[in-house]
């Protein structure tokens, strides 16, 4: 795993860049870019939500790795500094992962936290 | 001699006032001069709530409604009366919507468009108000993620831009009517919001009891706690009397035997939640202050002895 190296924020692995940007490519809108964001719910009390969108929320907070664009809303934000996002594809793991620093607890899907 | 304290919820026909009394009239029976009783009723909501407060030196005028306009209009029409303390439930409210601080404004005869916000703040001025939550409700904050707007709108799948945007509106809300973010004013959709700004106190209707009754003190003194409720089963564990009895009298080391109308779940799940033991009054929802006293009676041969 390598990682461009910014102070604070949501960082992107090149591997998870490297994933967003072939989704984004896939899709027919342009400027997509991620989207994470943090919401209640999931078995260990808030969860994870990755979407691909192009919109651009009064208060979002955005970083760049790779020249892939990762935004989060003011809400999310405080939940997510520091976190990083990384992509796996091995046999023990497929998809998106998610370590965060400000989580005290995860479940085994790896989706929710606390 | 024993100093016992003895708090009731509803017990079948029997109101909490009416069936704290007749536990303790029970107890008493069994060892007379021998003990001393504290009587403290305990209720959540409801008119069960006024009594209990009547009964512990408190009246209150109590308004509650299912309808938030109708709630705003009681609320305005009781305030107008004069001064006094004044119980506002909202626990049939509790499924409210902040779409729902509007109509309770109108009622109140607030127009949340064009009037100025000092204008709900002289509302409330004369009046001792106390804001009754719905009991599971009293931790709910009012904004952020853990807040109203973000709570019920990801659990309705709303898109995030119309979640932020709710949460700001009630950002505004607040800071207009000086109201700063606080356990309990996410409840009910956040209509508590309403009522701080109006003055009133935040409180569950368990907590106004203790308040009321200055139970925290009482507790301090006694060697023996007693707690009526109607049904004590894993799913509710005795209902809020118990709920909130059993931890202040554990954190004391005083033990807490719990009397139930009817009783389903192990004496396991009761030692691990602070209560000594729980006795069945064998009567479910039919038993009435007579039959209480009767089964406490028997009960408390074993405790008194």
């Known amino acids: 795993m390598s990682v461009d ?25 342009e400027n997509l870019h991620l989207r994470i964001g943090v919401a209640a719910g999931g078995c260990s009390g808030l969860r994870y939500q990755l979407t691909l969108d192009d919109s651009d929320l009064d208060g979002d907070v955005a970083f760049e790795w790779y020249g892939v664009k990762v935004v989060t809303d003011r809400m999310s934000a405080p939940y997510l500094q520091g976190a990083t996002i990384d992509f796996a594809d091995t046999i023990e793991q497929q998809g998106f992962t998610i370590d965060n620093p400000n989580a005290s607890g995860s479940c085994a899907c790896g989706d929710s936290f606390n | 001699m024993s100093r016992v304290l003895v708090c009731s919820d509803r017990i079948g026909l029997a109101d909490p006032v009416i069936a704290s009394r007749a536990i303790a009239s029970g107890f008493a029976s069994v060892a007379p ?16 709530l006024g009594a209990a407060l009547s009964a512990l030196g408190q009246e209150t005028t109590l308004v509650t ?89 990801y659990a309705a799948g709303r898109p995030v831009a119309d979640v932020l945007a709710e949460d700001a509106e009630l950002a505004r809300r607040a800071s207009d009517w000086g109201v700063e973010d606080a356990p309990g004013l996410g409840a009910a959709g956040g209509l508590p919001l309403v009522f701080a700004a109006l003055g009133g106190r935040l409180l569950s209707g368990f907590a106004a009891c203790v308040a009321a009754a200055r139970l925290t003190e009482t507790l301090s003194r006694c060697d023996l706690v007693v707690v009526g409720t109607d049904t004590f089963t894993i799913g509710n564990f005795g209902g809020p009397a118990v709920l909130g009895l059993a931890p202040l009298a554990s954190e004391r080391g005083i ?46 041969r074993t405790w008194l002895a």
């Open chain 2, 33 to 48: 001069g021998g003990h001393q009783f504290a009587v403290v009723p305990l209720a959540s909501s409801g008119p069960d």
């Open chain 1, 5 to 29: 190296q910014q102070t604070q924020g949501i960082i992107l692995t090149e591997a998870a860049a490297n994933k967003v940007a072939a989704l984004a490519a896939s899709e027919p809108d």
């Open chain 2, 65 to 153: 409604s299912g309808d938030p306009v109708d709630l705003g209009r009681r609320t305005r029409a009781a305030m107008d009366a004069g001064p006094g303390r004044l119980l506002v439930d909202l626990t049939p409210l509790a499924e409210a919507t902040p779409d729902d601080i509007v109509g309770l404004l109108a009622g109140l005869g607030i127009d949340a468009a064009t009037d100025d916000p000092g204008r709900l703040r002289g509302l409330g001025a004369a009046v001792d108000l106390l804001v009754i939550l719905p009991g599971d409700q009293s931790a709910h904050r009012l904004l952020g993620l853990e807040g109203v707007a973000a709570r019920l709108g």
């Open chain 2, 255 to 300: 033990p807490c035997l719990a009397l139930a109308g009817s009783v389903d779940i192990s004496v396991r799940e009761v030692r691990r939640h602070g209560i000594e033991a729980v006795q069945s009054l064998a009567g479910g929802g039919t038993l009435d202050a007579d039959a209480i006293r009767e089964a406490s009676a028997r009960v408390a």
